[in-house]
Every structure is written in C-alpha cells, then in structure tokens.
C-alpha cells in the first residue's frame, strides 16, 4: 500500500513536473533537460563560434581586395593618361603621371636575376644534403643555418646588403645588388621544399638506377631530380612570389629609377620595384599617385597570387615549412 | 691562302666545341666513375655551405658595423635602456623603438593567437570537405600578399576608421571612456593601428602552422575521446590541442619572430614619434622603422650609422632566439609525442 501511495505520489509529481519540462523544451530545445543536452548545446555554440572566427579570419583578405581593386581596376582599364595598357608599358615621366613601366621591367629584372642566382645555390645545396651526405653535424648545420635564415626580418637583410654588397665590395646601389639581396632571401624557402621533394622520390627509384651501373651524380641528376621536379618548380614559385613583394631590403641596395636600368654597375643601373614605387606613391600628398599606387598595388597583387596558384596547382599538397 | 685559314679556323673552332659539348654532356651524365662523380661532390658542397656562409656574414658585418657605438663614452650597452635618440647631439638611446616593438608585437599576437588557433582547430576538427579547400587556399593567398600591400590598406582604410570611428566610440561611450589607455587625440596613426595590422598579417602563419600541427594528431586518438561519449568540441579542447601542443607553440614563436621583423606594414600606420606611447592612440615607433627611416641619410655618420646597425644586430639575435625556440618546442613535441 505504501508503496502504490508512494508511487501515486510521484507519479503526480511527476505529471507536473513533466508538463513543465515539456513546455520547457519547446521553447528551448537545447538548454532543458539533463547535463547531456547542455554538453551538446555548448558543443553547437563552440562550433559556432569557431566558425565565426575563421570567418573573421578570412574577412581581412576580401575587404584589402576590395579596396585594392575598387581602385585599381580603373588604373588598368580606364582610358586616362598612364591608364588602360599605358599603365604598364609607358613611362612615368613628367610629375608622374605616367605608367609605371620602370616598375614592371625592373621587378621583373630583379626576380629573374635573383632566381638565377639564387635557385641554383639552394637546390645543389639541398641535392648535397639529402643526396651525398650522412645525417650528421654538417647536414644539421645547414638546416638550421637556412631556419635562422628564414627567420631573419627583411629590413635586417636590407642593412646587411647595404653593408656588404654596397658598401664593403663596392658595388654601389643598383640591379646586381638588390636581385643578391633578394637571392639570400630565397635561400632557406627553395632549400627546404627541395629537400622535401627530394626526400619523398622513394628509395627503388634510386637503387634501380644504381644496379644499372648509373654512376651516384648521373643517378642524381637523371632519376632523382627528375622525379623531385615538381616539388622543386613549387618551392622556386613560393620563393618568386615572397621576393616579388619584398620591399625593405630594396631600399638600401636597389635604390629607385624613373627608366629602367642601363648598365650594371653604377648609377646607370639603379632601378625600380613594384613594392618601392607603392611605398614612394603612397607617401606623396597627391591624389591621382595614390591612386596609382593602388593600381600597382593590384597588379602586384595579381602577379603574387598567380604565382601562388600555380604553385598550389602545380603540387596540390604543398610543403610547407615547419622550421 | 686566308681561305685555307678560315677553314683551320673553322675546324679548330668546331673541335673545340665538341671537346666542350662533350666535357658538359659527361657532366651532366656523369658517367665516367672517378672524375665527374668527385667533381659532383665537391661542387656540391660550395652551395650547400652558402647558407652557413651567408649566416656568418651576416652577424659578422652587422657586428662591425654595430661595433663603433657599443665602445663609444656615449653610447656602450646602455643605449638599450636609454630612451633619448637625438643625432644632433651624438644620443643614441633605443629604448623607445624596443618598447614600442614589444607593445605593437604584444597587441598582435594578444589578437592573432586565440583567432588563429580558434581558426585552426575549425579548420581542422569541425569544417566540412568542400568548404575546407577554399578556406585554406584563401588563407594561403593572405600569406602570400606583399606586407606593402596590408600597409596600404591599412593606412588607407584602417586609420581613417580609427581616428573617425573606433576612438571617437572608445572615448564617448561611459563603459569605456574612463580607461586610461583609451585616452588622447589620435589621427589614427598609432599603436593600435599597427597591432591590428601586424595581427591580420600573423594570422595565415599562426593558422597554417596550428593547422599542420593538429592534422598531425593521429586519428585514434580522437576516436578514442569520441568513443568514450565526449562531445567533438571537448575532443577537440582537451584531446587534440594538448596533443598538438608543441606544434602550435612552435607556430606562436614563428609568428612573433615575423611581428617582430615586419617592416613596412607598421612604418606607414604607426606614425613614428620619437615617444614612448602611453595610451592605445599614441603614436609609436619600432625598430625596424628606425633603421628604413634613417639609414639612407645615416649612413655618412660613424655613430648614427652605428646605432641603426647596433638595432638590426638586436633584430637578428631576437630573430635566432626565435628560431631556437621553435626548434626546441618541436624537438620536445618529436620526444613525448612522436609526431609533428
């Protein structure tokens, strides 16, 4: 008997409490009821809320390529003096209002040479460590020289190749040594995706060519870099693409032109980049400069992100450097 | 006669090249054992130091250079803690420039790291397939644009908002106005200006390398958590963040060795005066500001060109500091982790 009363007891407790707890829940599906829904109401609002934050994340890139390119676009399409196709391929010439043509040819000069310095140095480098060497102190003293290297602010290299480019060798401001300076800068970011690439072309390949008679460089100049190839042409584009914006450590070591350069030593060789002339732009009171300055913007813009995507093409799974 | 010699020319000409084409195509195939393959190794070896070589130059030219200020009466390593830099008066104090370097990297990686490592454990643990790409190239192409190209916007969009916007709000509105570091005229170019430009542009770094880090984890682990009914976001928080520790250490190092070494993002939104910035809307200066400043016109007087090298020599040794750092962290991530 005590036992039914108890359970009618409850049992009427419990129609109120249930009425309750439905009305509850209806409005507020997630929050009523036990400790477990509440973990999976605050497992929603974390996920949310993490899904906001990269959303906040992402929202500086579009709002500087909207204002870029708000700008920009009327540089390169418009049809006013130094617009259109003139803003490439014309000159600046008088109070500027010209194309930047010197800009162009001279960002383009300075990347290819450094590459041709700089590419060459960083691959047999990293060739050397992965292929000829044993794990030991002089492979683990240049990986670590060329993490310190990548680690290095812009600004410092700029000082440095005011230091010694410059100043110690003599060489004088100019095209030969700025694209050096930038061919340091190259070094670690070329060296270690090649390593990388190097070290993924499996082992057989390798054996296969060795059992055949292939001496050790032919083996490594034939079959192994041929396989690695694709990762090396990826890492040389990262490396363009990061130079190609690259302004501080040209502007103690390139100096600046309204022509482009004519001899390589000199002042006839000093010359101009797409970053220097942004940052000359942008720092003059006049209107239209500034906004040329957001047309080159855009155009450097474009080149950068070209280059990176057809790095991410060209190797879907991209390298990337973990010190 | 001449006939007869051009023709010996000729011939002694196309000799020659044959002799050079086929020293080059044994280079390049190398198969003759003993010359070539040497040859390859020690060629190699040339460029493999240049790293190193480029390394010792560099802390050996910046040395020499800084050396003049750090034995002068004047100057010596006071300098570092001496706030006054006056060229006219041969007072090289750097003080200003490292407390403002310090307080402009403080506020980014303050902002950078928690919305970077939020971003990263999204990106890695919550995000659907298709969207995941897209988000990771976008983030990728924001680590590429040049720093020049964030200090444009930044000094075209960011600052006018913050000397029209953001402080006129701060200042008025009763919560906050009585704040002390809210405080002072502002034209937009100050402390806050930089901090927040310097974090945009950490945090592709920051969520890449985070990223890389928890992808590491292994799959079983979180299965694990999964199976033992904890919800994805404790999995997340408690399990794969602990593992993945080292790895986003090592990511927040790498970001304040870039904050520190940023140049010219924060010289065109931090206005450069010669103070210690008291409140957010002061003006500031960093170190590397001083030296793209000032070395073009420094550069013919001993001392003042000194003391710009003395601050890319600190500058560098921060950098190194940086990267060992980072490499520890990593290296005790391989010990009690396994993975990385």
């Known amino acids: ?323 | 006669m001449r006939e007869e010699t051009s023709r010996d020319l000729g011939r002694v000409c196309r000799r020659a090249l044959l002799r050079v084409k086929s020293a080059l195509s044994s280079l390049r195939n190398g198969d003759t054992p003993t010359r070539v393959d040497i040859l390859g190794k020690w060629g190699l070896f040339i460029p493999a130091v240049a790293s190193i070589l480029i390394i010792v130059l560099i802390l050996s030219f910046l040395w020499v250079e800084s050396g003049p200020i750090f034995l002068d009466p004047n100057g010596g390593p006071g300098i570092i803690t001496n706030p006054t830099w006056d060229p006219t008066h041969d007072i090289y104090g750097i003080a200003t420039f490292i407390v403002g370097s310090l307080l402009c990297t403080g506020i980014a990686i303050g902002l950078a790291v928690p919305l970077g490592i939020g971003g990263a454990v999204f990106l890695s643990e919550f995000c659907p397939g298709p969207i995941r790409q897209t988000i990771r190239m976008i983030v990728e192409m924001m680590a590429a644009i040049p720093s020049i190209v964030y200090g444009l916007w930044a000094y075209l969009v960011l600052v006018p908002f913050i000397s029209s916007t953001l402080a006129p709000a701060l200042q008025t509105n009763p919560l906050t106005a009585w704040i002390p570091f809210f405080q002072g005229e502002t034209n937009g170019l100050s402390l806050i200006a930089g901090g927040v430009i310097l974090a945009i542009m950490l945090l592709p770094t920051v969520v890449t390398i985070s990223n890389d880090a928890l992808e590491a984890v292994p799959k079983s682990l979180r299965e694990a958590s999964l199976a033992l009914g904890a919800t994805g976001s404790e999995t997340a928080s408690r399990i794969v963040l602990s593992a993945a520790l080292p790895g986003i250490g090592a990511a927040v190092v790498l970001s304040l060795g870039r904050a520190v070494g940023e140049t010219m993002a924060v010289l065109m939104v931090t206005g450069n005066a010669l103070q210690i910035p008291y409140t957010l809307f002061d003006p500031t200066y960093v170190m590397t500001s001083i030296i793209t400043n000032q070395l073009g016109f420094a550069f013919v007087f001993p001392l003042w060109r000194s003391a710009l090298f003395a601050v890319a020599l600190i500058l560098l040794l921060l950098s190194v500091c940086f990267t060992l750092t980072a490499k520890v962290l990593i290296k005790w991530g391989m010990k009690t982790r396994g993975y990385i």
């Open chain 1, 1 to 323: 008997m005590g036992n039914e009363d108890t359970g009618l007891h409850l049992g009427g407790l419990n129609v109120v409490d249930n009425s309750i707890r439905t009305r509850f829940t209806r409005l507020l599906p997630d929050l009523a009821g036990s400790e477990h829904d509440l973990r999976y109401f605050k497992d929603k609002l974390v996920k949310v809320l993490l899904g906001l934050i990269m959303l906040v994340i992402i929202t500086p890139f579009f709002l500087v390529l909207f204002q870029v390119a708000g700008t920009g676009l009327v540089q390169l399409f418009g049809t006013g003096p130094g617009q259109g196709l003139d803003f490439l391929f014309t000159f600046p010439g008088v109070g500027l209002e010209g194309g930047i043509r010197n800009a162009f040819v001279g960002t383009v000069e300075l990347v290819v040479l450094a590459s041709s310095v700089g590419v060459p140095l960083s691959v047999f480098g990293a060739v050397f460590i992965s292929e000829y060497t044993r794990p030991g102190l002089i492979k683990e003293l240049i990986e670590f020289a060329s993490d310190v290297l990548a680690g290095i602010p812009s600004i410092v290299f700029g000082a440095f190749g005011f230091a010694f480019l410059v100043d110690f060798l003599h060489m004088g401001m100019g095209l030969v040594a700025g694209a050096l300076t930038l061919a340091f800068m190259m070094i670690p970011t070329v060296l270690r995706t090649t390593q990388e690439a190097l070290r993924s072309v499996p082992m057989s390949l390798r054996e296969a060519s060795l059992a055949l008679g292939a001496t050790k460089w032919s083996t490594t100049w034939n079959v192994t870099m041929r396989a690695a190839f694709p990762g090396m042409i990826t890492g040389v584009l990262l490396a363009v693409g990061r130079i190609m914006g690259e302004t501080a450590p040209l502007i103690f070591t390139a100096g600046n032109s309204l022509s482009v350069p004519t001899e390589l030593v000199g002042s006839g060789s000093w010359v101009a980049s797409m970053p220097y002339t942004i940052w000359a732009y942008i720092s003059d009171p006049r209107n239209y400069l500034q906004e040329k300055a957001q047309g080159v913007a855009l155009t450097l813009m474009i080149m950068v992100l070209a280059i990176d995507v057809i790095a991410n093409l060209i190797s879907r799974k991209v390298t990337r450097r973990l010190v």
